[in-house]
Structures are given as C-alpha cells and as structure tokens.
C-alpha cells in the first residue's frame, strides 16, 4: 500500500507531519476487504482495551482509503465498513442513550472551517450569531446520569444508541463529583481522560503490580474504565462539554436546558459542580466571527504543548439552541459541531537500543534510539528517559514498540511500550554497572545516577561549556585544544586555564606565535567578565544563562552567593523550594572550584547589581515571604535602588530585527539589558507580556501583541527608555 499526500497546507504555522488529508491507497476490492477488516479490529482494540496496533495517524489514513476506495466504488461497499459510523461501528453495550451520543465531522484547516460553517449557513437559510469554541479532549466519551443530584450511572458512548454501563467507575473520576450543588435529575455528558500526572501514576502502579504498561493516557482511561477488579486505585479526569435532561427531569429545568444556548449550560454545569475547560489554560470561549473563531483555533493549537492532558482538536458548535434543533444530526454526528483536527503528536515506533551518557556535571543519562519516525513535521531518532527509575516504572524493554511525543512541542520523549506488540524477542534493558565514560563506580543513591568523578568525569564538557560564548567567551579555544589541555593533565577544570603559561600552550598542536598570545590575551579578559558570566560559567545543574543573571542580580557577590541558605535562593525569581536545596548543594560542591577561580584573579561581582540586603534586615525574608508569588518579580522589595529601574516587574518580548543603538547588539544581550532593566525577557507573547519591542521584520508576535493589546515600541523608542543602561 502506498500514501498519497495532497500537497494541501494547514493553517497554524505547523508543518504538516504529515498532511491530515494523507491517506492509504487501496487498489483493488481485495486491498479494500482487508483495509476494512484491519480497521474493525484496530476500531475494537482502540473502544474496548484502549490497546490498538495503529496508532491515529496510521488509522485515519487508513480510513480515508477506504473511503476514497467506496466513493469510487459504490457498488461494493461491504457492510462492517467503519465509515459512516460512530466508533467505526466497533463500540458496544446495552444501556440506551437518551439521545445519540455521535461522533464528530472533521476539518482541517482554516478553509475547510469556512467551506463547514458556510454549509451550516445555508442549511439554516442564515448566519450563527454566536459560536463555542472548546478543546477537543483526547480521552472518552462519558455518559453521566444524575438523580436528585446523586450520580446514579455512568455508561461509555458505545455504538452511540447504546454504550456499556461503567459505573463503578465512580469515584476514580476527578470533577464528577458524587453529589451536585443542587439535587436536580440531569445527564452530564463530557471526557474522561488522564492528565500526565495521572497517566504516569497508574502506569507505575499497573507495572509494579506486575502489569504492562498503557501505551498512552487515552487508552489508559479507556482501559481504566472498563476494568472492573484491580489491585490498585487509579485516578481519572472528567470535564463535561454538554448537559441534557432525563426522564425525571424537572420540567422547568428540562425546559431551560432545551432554550439555553450551550455556552450558557457549561456555565450551569459548572455551577452544579463538575469541572469544565473553564478552570484550564483553554476554556471554552464564545465568537462571533469566523475570523476571532480562527483565531481562538490558533489560541488553543499553540497552548496545546504546555497542557497536561491531551487534546486532539478544537470543537467548534453553534451556540444557540435554536441553531442546533434546526441543523439537527446525521446518523453518525451532530450537523451544529465540527472537530477542527490538529495533527498527531504521538507516534508508535521502535526502541532500538539504550545509550548512556555522561554530562558535563557527571550525570549519567540514559538516551533512548529510535527506529526514525516522523513526529510534528521533524523525525525522531533519540529521546529523552530520565533514569534508570523511570525505565523500570515505564516497563521499557529493548525492541519494543513505544509511543513517542514531543514535549513543549521539542524535546522528543518516549512514553510507554505498546506492549501488546511484544513478540517474546524483547530483551531487559541493562543498566551499567560502572561509568561508560572512565569506568569508575557509579553514585546510585539519587534518581540521577551520577560518575563518582564527578565534573571531572567528563572535564572536556564542562570546560567546553564554561568558555562558550554565554558563558566567559573565551576566543580560540576550541574543541581540540581543550581535549589536549585535558588530556596532557594541563587542566582538571576552567579554572586551571588562568594558570596556563605561554610555553604550555605553544607545546600544543597547532599552536603558533600568535594564536597563543591570542588565547592568553582572551583567558586574561575572561577574568573581569560580569557575576553572572562568571556564575553561568559553573555549569550548576539547573542553571541556564537568565537564571544565572537573576541570581548574580539578585546577590550581586559571589560571597552572598554562596552564604546563602535554601531560603534566600528562593527570593530569586523562578527558584522553587525543589530547586533551592539543589542549588546550595550543588553551590557548596563547587566550592573548591570557586575558590580557585578567586585565587586566578577572576571577578566576583556583578556590576550594577543592588547588593545583597546587609545582615539582619528583613526585607521581605522570613515568615512575609510567603505571599510573595512564585512568578512575581522578587528583588522588587528588596531594595530600594531596584524600584528606581526602568522596566522594574515587565515582561519584555523582543522580536524582529533590532535598529539603531541596538543595532549591534546579539539577541542574548538584549535580553541582558532588559534584565539589568529590572525587566524580564521572555520568549512568547501572552497576556502576561508587558511590553513587546518589534524590529523589523516583526511578525506573528507583533499581531499577537496587537490582538492582545500589549503595549508595542520599536527598537528605538526602546534603546530611549533604557538608555542610562546602555
Ligand atoms: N488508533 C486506532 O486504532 C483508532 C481506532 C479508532 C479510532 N481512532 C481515532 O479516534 C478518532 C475518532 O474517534 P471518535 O469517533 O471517538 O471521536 P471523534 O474524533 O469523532 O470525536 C467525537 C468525540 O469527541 C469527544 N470530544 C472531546 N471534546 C469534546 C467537546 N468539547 N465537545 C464534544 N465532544 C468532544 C467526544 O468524546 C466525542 O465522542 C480518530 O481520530 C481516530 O484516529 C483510532
Ligand atoms: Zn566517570
């Protein structure tokens, strides 16, 4: 079988990975026999245990070959074809739904949401006034039957005329609650799903009651759900997107529920109790246009990566009752609502083998490889398990098939087998027994497996890393200097290259006249480089160049730095009472390594910095600090010459290319001015963005900011207001 792909763009600025309109060819009546066949079993793998051999991508593809295959062939349609039908026609039970519960037509793009609501349009004889907008969330369907306020039943959509009674599901479900607000008899209808956190604990859980794992929170809850005995408790999600009334229902409130508009009965059904999208990062919105509705599509496609749990699309509905009735239902879905599909972020594929590497801290990571797979328009081949722990808590093994999916939209991770696949040839993963890099004893007594060396297991990378451009600059040293330096014992750390002596260097390879007095002359410069340079240079874990300008900010000495207790590193903006421990001891490990620095002359301080509060000032410490949130900017009351500063607690977006007296300036040093600024430089526009600088050139972020109302300057109006910073 082979894919046609329609060169077609979808609307979002992503890539098409790969277009949703890609699909299986099927040539002939007995290809199309098997498409058929293959897609039932994977369409009752997927409804019952939540354990298909497709995964999504796979699946639709397939579906719309056989489509395409039927449209050309009408005759022969076999009868156990999935098109057309709710669940592919694999769904069961025996509990009849009050009203279909259906599925949902899809499109694709901007266009095709224009073709969709101009055919509503005509179907209606005149335009929707008002539209809901909502996350399509990625688990299942639930039917939740309320009596007199109690939740009496909750049944699966199956078929979609009737679906399988799961009721002692109760209780597992999050934001269902047991009782409503009022006691009303009344059907909610919404999602159940697991959130991340959710999916990770019930698989640990299933895997150390020796079970295997779900391959991802979809099937999780799917399989969750239906499961009636099980040895330990698991946790689920539920966010209604509909209400409807029962037999029993009031006739007044079964009169209001059949006038109100929907955005109206999520208002409703929230008040009653049960959560709704309302309290996530994409709640359900209402528009008025097609063009803020394809906006809002954008809105919720581009927070979709930083959810914790999984949506697969938005739902678009006409909101008002009346637009509803009148549009009415296919056999198969609702003509009032579409699912505007986004693309597949999970993808199945193969581990072939586990690498372990050392960092420059010494860490000991495992580094999953993959069988190449195409995941959001980029192929994956490596990804990221944590530890060694989290291995056996996926119940990994060598050749298994997994699910993968790229976290914050880039670091690819692998999430669990597929372990209905395994064909018995899977191996255990072997974790080593000594360092990969130096053979020393490995230092298993944290999550983190670490070299007993330490940093100086793998010198070469945490030199390479202190002298790189953000952090001491240092010119003309590069990647085989270093390793000759390293390897001759000429250097244990960074700190060692300020002792390095002219003939030292002229001893190595390719090393002449002038690239020595060259490289003495910039190790000489790195001496005065700001705190923050200095500190970044450190390579503490957890410590990227913004964070070490807070903190040299925020200390302003080395000697504050390093006196200071977990509570004072939380003071600084983004440590938390996790990070803060680690800070100090990591801080305290490096002692050694500062002191020596110290000893070479290099500078300590951070110039421009307020300096630490003097002992025995409180000052925001102590028991007030509490009320200071965690993302709010903290050196604001700490002392007083920080309030006088020009973007003093404003998040600052740059984009587009930068003009006039910042002209030169890298887009790192930008972001250090907004910071000296008492600013802080930020990578995305939202609502939370206080000031946006738009070179030219500027694109989606100036129209974001535009349509959010953040306030615009261009480099100029900019370079003015800091301009004693500069
Ligand atoms: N991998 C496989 O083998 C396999 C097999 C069958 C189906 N599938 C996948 O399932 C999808 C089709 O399944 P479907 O028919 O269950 O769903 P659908 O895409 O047709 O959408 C309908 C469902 O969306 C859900 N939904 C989520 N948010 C909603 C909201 N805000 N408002 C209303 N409904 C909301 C409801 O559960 C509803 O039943 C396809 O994308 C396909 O890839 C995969
Ligand atoms: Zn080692």
């Not at 209780?171 to 047991?178: C, H, T």
């Not at 983190?448 to 793998?458: D, E, K």
């Not at 800070?583 to 490990?589: F, G, K, M």
């Not at 930008?670 to 946006?692: C, D, K, P, Q």
Request: proline residues 6%.
């Amino acid at each position: 079988m082979t894919e046609t792909t329609p060169g077609r763009p979808l609307v979002g600025g992503r890539p098409p990975a790969p277009p949703a309109t890609a699909r299986t060819e099927i040539g002939d009546q007995a290809a199309y026999a098997a498409a058929v066949q293959t897609a039932v079993a994977a369409s009752a793998a997927y409804y019952g245990e939540g354990d298909s051999p497709l995964d999504d991508d796979v699946f639709d593809r397939l579906v719309r070959g056989i489509a395409a295959y039927e449209a050309g062939h009408p005759g022969h349609v076999l009868p156990d074809s999935p098109t057309g039908k709710v669940a592919g026609g694999a769904g069961i039970g025996d509990v009849p739904h009050t009203v279909p519960m259906l599925s949902l037509d899809n499109v694709f793009s901007a266009e095709g949401l224009r073709a969709w609501a101009a055919g509503l349009t005509r179907r209606l004889g005149r335009e929707v006034e008002v539209w809901s907008v909502e996350p399509k969330l990625d688990g299942l369907a639930i039917s939740a039957r309320y009596s007199g306020g109690r939740l009496a039943r909750l049944v699966t959509r199956g078929d979609g005329a009737a679906g399988e009674d799961v009721s002692h599901g109760m209780g597992m479900i999050i934001g269902l609650p047991a009782r409503l607000a009022e006691p009303v008899t009344v059907e909610l209808r919404g999602e159940v799903l697991m959130t991340r956190a959710q999916f990770e604990d019930a698989n640990a859980a299933r895997t150390a009651a020796g079970g295997a794992a779900f391959a991802n929170p979809r099937s999780a809850a799917a399989g969750s759900l239906r499961a009636k005995d099980r040895p330990y408790q698991v946790e689920m999600t539920f966010f209604a997107y509909g209400a409807l009334p029962l037999e029993g229902t009031g006739e007044d409130l079964a009169a209001r529920l059949r006038a109100m508009p929907h955005s109206a009965i999520m208002e409703y059904v929230a008040a009653l109790g049960a959560h709704t999208t309302a309290a996530t990062r994409v709640p359900a919105v209402t528009a008025t246009t097609l063009e803020r509705l394809q906006e809002r599509v954008e809105e919720i496609a581009a927070l979709r990566a930083g959810l914790d749990f999984g949506i697969d699309g938005i739902v678009v509905k006409a909101d008002a009752a009346a637009d509803q009735a009148q549009a009415g239902l296919s056999s198969r879905a609702p003509r009032w609502a579409v699912a505007y599909k986004l693309p597949a972020v999970e993808k199945i594929t193969r581990l072939l083998a586990v690498e372990w590497n050392v960092g420059r801290t010494g860490i000991i990571a495992p580094r999953a490889v993959l069988e190449p797979v195409e995941v959001e328009g980029s192929t994956v081949t490596y990804a990221t398990l944590h530890n060694a722990a989290d291995i056996a808590r996926r119940g990994l093994m060598l050749g298994d098939h997994v699910t993968v999916y790229k976290a914050g939209d880039v670091i690819p991770r692998v999430q669990a087998p597929v372990a209905h696949l395994r064909t018995g040839g899977e191996r255990p993963i072997e974790a080593p027994s000594a360092c990969p890099r130096c053979g020393e004893a490995i230092d298993v007594s944290q999550q983190r497996w670490r070299c007993v060396r330490g940093r100086a297991c793998h010198a070469v990378a945490s030199v390479r890393y202190a002298v790189g451009r953000d952090q001491l600059d240092i010119e003309g040293l590069g990647e085989k200097i270093i390793d000759q330096l390293v390897d001759t014992g000429l250097i244990t750390d960074f700190a060692d290259l300020f002792a390095l002596t002219r003939e030292q260097l002229l001893g190595l390879e390719r090393m002449g006249q002038t690239s020595t007095a060259n490289l003495l002359a910039a190790i000489e410069g790195a001496k005065a480089k700001p705190l923050s340079k200095v500190f970044c240079a450190l390579g503490v874990r957890g410590t990227g160049r913004s964070m070490s300008r807070r903190i040299a900010r925020h200390f302003a000495t080395m000697d504050a730095v390093r006196a200071a207790d977990a509570e004072a590193f939380q003071l600084v903006e983004g440590i938390g009472p996790e990070k803060a421990p680690v800070l100090v001891a990591e801080i305290a490990e490096l002692g050694p390594l500062i002191a020596k620095l110290a000893a070479a002359g290099v500078n300590m301080t951070e110039p421009g910095a307020p300096g630490p509060v003097p002992a025995g000032t409180p000052a925001g410490t102590g028991t007030g600090t509490t009320q200071t949130p965690v993302t709010g900017p903290k050196d604001a009351g700490a002392s007083a010459p920080a309030a006088a500063l020009p973007l003093e607690g404003m998040s600052v977006v740059v984009t587009g290319s930068m003009s006039g007296p910042l002209e030169n300036l890298t887009r790192n040093q930008v972001n250090e001015l907004i910071e000296r600024a008492g600013g802080r430089a930020s990578s995305s526009v939202s609502a939370r963005t206080s000031l946006l600088v738009a070179g030219d050139k500027a694109g989606s972020k100036k129209a974001k900011a535009g349509k959010l109302g953040v306030e615009t300057v261009t480099p100029e109006e900019f370079a003015a207001r800091v301009a004693d910073l500069l």
